[in-house]
């Protein structure tokens, strides 16, 4: 079945430092991929969505500069969190679709981001 | 997308039926009803999607009355593994451009 790579799956690092979190689609193309953010306790909350060859669309709060993310391909999304520090520590997960539809979205195993 | 309700939380047994309702009043005509099931510090595992009336596959089944206004996600004999957070959502299966709207998810505690 469609599986989505998440890596790291688990990142502890220094304030300051800057963090990349790549997404695969291992057996699919997805044109647009989505990162979410989780907090303990709580439900996934959508960050931005992933454009292959453009821009990504940002939600409301979500600071796009801290946040970067690329779509170099049609099977991998990176969000790389800038100059992290404790706050940024979270749970961040991505998902995609198939581009040929029909299909439920599909997600990654995670990453635990840890600040110190 | 349409909103949903679920409760926040559900107690059962190993080995007993677990039933969790999900509340879309406002559905669309072209949307679909999926559920995910949430471990601990992993990403959300895709369980049955279905449209109307009754989807069966090998881990759960999804009745979906005529209104299409609720659904029933069923897990049948559940296991100690079952305790997780399920997450009902609703929206169009197109061709992926719209994220997925998350509420609050229903945790399942299947005690021995």
């Known amino acids: 079945g469609a599986v989505v790579s998440q890596h790291p799956s688990r990142v502890i690092c220094k304030s300051g430092t800057s963090v990349k979190i790549e997404c695969r689609s291992l057996?699919?193309?997805?044109?647009?991929m989505f990162w979410y953010r989780q907090f303990p306790k709580k439900s996934l909350m959508l960050m931005a969505t992933?454009?292959?060859?453009?821009?990504?669309?940002?939600e409301q709060g979500v600071e796009k500069d801290k946040f970067l993310i690329n779509h170099a391909s049609l099977t991998l999304s990176t969000l790389t969190v800038t100059s992290a520090h404790p706050e940024d520590s979270s749970f961040y997960i991505c998902?995609?679709?198939?581009?040929?539809?029909?299909?439920?979205?599909?997600f990654g195993d995670g990453t635990r981001l840890s600040i110190l | 997308l349409a909103k949903t309700t679920q409760p926040i939380s559900m107690d059962s047994y190993e080995g007993q039926e677990v039933n969790i309702t999900c509340s879309h009043n406002?559905?669309?005509?072209?949307?679909?009803i999926t559920w995910y099931q949430q471990f601990p510090s992993q990403g959300p595992r895709f369980i049955i999607q279905?449209?109307?009336t009754k989807v069966t596959n090998e881990v759960a089944s999804l009745f979906i009355p005529a209104d299409r206004k609720s659904s029933t996600l069923s897990l049948p004999r559940v296991s100690l593994s079952d305790t997780a957070v399920y997450y009902c959502?609703?929206?169009?299966?197109?061709?992926?451009?719209?994220?997925?709207?998350f509420g609050s998810g229903t945790r399942l505690q299947v005690q021995p």
């Open positions: 992933s454009n292959e060859g453009s821009k990504a669309t940002y």
């Open positions: 998902s995609a679709r198939d581009d040929r539809g029909g299909q439920p979205q599909h």
């Open positions: 406002n559905i669309a005509t072209n949307d679909y």
């Open positions: 279905g449209y109307k």
């Open positions: 959502l609703v929206g169009p299966l197109d061709t992926g451009r719209r994220a997925l709207t």
């Open positions: 057996d699919f193309q997805a044109t647009t």
